[in-house]
């Protein structure tokens, strides 16, 4: 193979030693739940990412779930999300007992559409009996969803606004984060995401403190918060007075150690992978069907390079027999899912969503592809007919 399609282990000539030693000094603390490592990378997270909070959590799943679950949201409630994404955005929606329902995206950046977003909330209102209650829009592919208009869109129907940034943390528009907008920005930081780390691992921005410890609260079966135990005489730990229905969602302590390292070059990575994609897009230019749109004002942290091609299932049979390994996000969007079957769809179908599925296809990406292997991935897919 002529690279790696996600190329996770290159950072390490970078900063391998910094993470190992970090490690190597969370084992001898013993601190594995919850040490000092965790509030100080929440510190540096929130700093990063422009919010006043940062929760860590367990993943990028638990970090949707616990947000969804902290607004009560769940039978009889809707929330719009679009189709054309992974599966755990609509799957958080549907086990809390909500139903998630599918929203097309845009022909250009495949972000979610705002116009059909409308058109859907319009019709759920006026003909099911479901409430709804908040929209979960897609950081796709690293770049950031149209916030202003969603966020119009969100005050005008009463609706809370979710960034999910799993792919995305990191991206900007007009130099704001998307909680700039976004009444909370959700990330994943599984190892193969822009800021991953060295297993499973996730975390939440928001801006509103209640919210915040609502959260700090479920994220520990339900744990009393600060503000519970002043008014309610409770002397013993409080792990054991337990309020509220929760789970066990924490971050790692090695996990925060590790991204605490990793945190520190992450601009620097940014710029890295845009000078790459911005490689990919002059070098692809009129051989395929479309080379990735941003939206004016963004700045994509490139999760994927995803490029549509008409002969798509050929074109990466063409670059696996030249040892280029590529990857179709999504074959098929969550929808047409025999899991997701029964969930309501907004008005007129997924028409973009269902042609983006046949015709994407993503190329190998990373802050470190080399130039001479991105000029032959370049070569292969402008020689093949
Ligand atoms: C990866 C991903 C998630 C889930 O993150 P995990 O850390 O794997 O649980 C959620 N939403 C989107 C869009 C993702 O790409």
New binding site residues.
């Given amino acids: 193979m002529l690279t790696p399609f996600i190329d996770i282990i290159s950072q390490r000539r970078v900063i391998g030693p910094a993470i190992d030693a970090a490690i190597l000094s969370v084992t001898r603390s013993g601190q594995f739940i919850m040490g000092p490592e965790v509030h100080a990378f929440e510190t540096e997270l929130a700093r990063f990412g422009q919010a006043r909070l940062a929760l860590s959590c367990s993943?990028?799943?638990?970090?949707?779930t616990l947000l969804l679950r902290a607004w009560g949201i769940g039978p009889g409630d809707a929330v719009f999300c679009p189709s054309f994404?992974?599966a755990?955005?609509a799957e958080t929606i549907a086990l809390t007992g909500a139903s998630p329902v599918f929203v097309d995206i845009r022909p250009d950046t495949l972000t979610i559409d705002p116009v059909h977003l409308r058109a859907s909330i319009e019709d759920v209102t006026r003909n099911s009996l479901l409430k709804p209650r908040a929209i979960i829009a897609?950081?796709?592919f690293g770049q950031p969803a149209n916030y202003p208009i969603l966020r119009a869109i969100a005050d005008t129907h009463g609706l809370k606004l979710i960034a999910?940034s799993?792919?995305g943390f990191g991206c900007t528009l007009h130099e704001r984060h998307p909680i700039y907008w976004a009444d909370a920005t959700?990330i994943?930081?599984?190892p193969a995401?822009p800021l991953g780390c060295y297993g499973?691992?996730?975390a939440i921005l928001v801006k509103d403190d209640t919210l915040y410890d609502h959260l700090t609260s479920l994220r520990v079966h339900g744990q009393a918060t600060a503000r519970d135990i002043e008014s309610s005489g409770f002397a013993h730990d409080p792990k054991y007075l337990n309020l509220r229905l929760g789970m066990t969602g924490r971050l790692d302590t090695i996990q925060a150690a590790v991204l605490l390292e990793k945190l520190r070059i992450f601009d620097t990575e940014i710029g890295l992978r845009n000078r790459v994609s911005d490689r990919y897009t002059s070098g692809l230019a009129g051989a395929v069907a479309a080379t990735p749109t941003v939206i004016e004002g963004g700045l994509s942290v490139w999760?994927q390079y995803t490029i549509e091609h008409r002969n798509r299932d050929a074109l990466a049979a063409h670059l696996k027999s030249r040892g280029i390994p590529t990857a179709i996000y999504y074959p098929i969007p969550l929808h047409r899912q025999p899991a997701y079957a029964g969930y309501p769809i907004g008005p007129g179908g997924l028409p973009v969503s269902e042609a983006k599925a046949d015709a994407v296809i993503s190329l190998p990406m990373g802050p470190y592809l080399d130039d001479g292997i991105q000029d032959q991935i370049i070569g292969a897919i402008r020689e093949f007919r």
Avoid at 59 to 64: P, R, S, V, Y
């Fill in positions: 993943n990028g799943t638990d970090a949707l994404t992974f755990a955005t897609v950081d796709l999910d799993a792919q959700t994943s930081f599984f995401k499973d691992g996730g999760a």
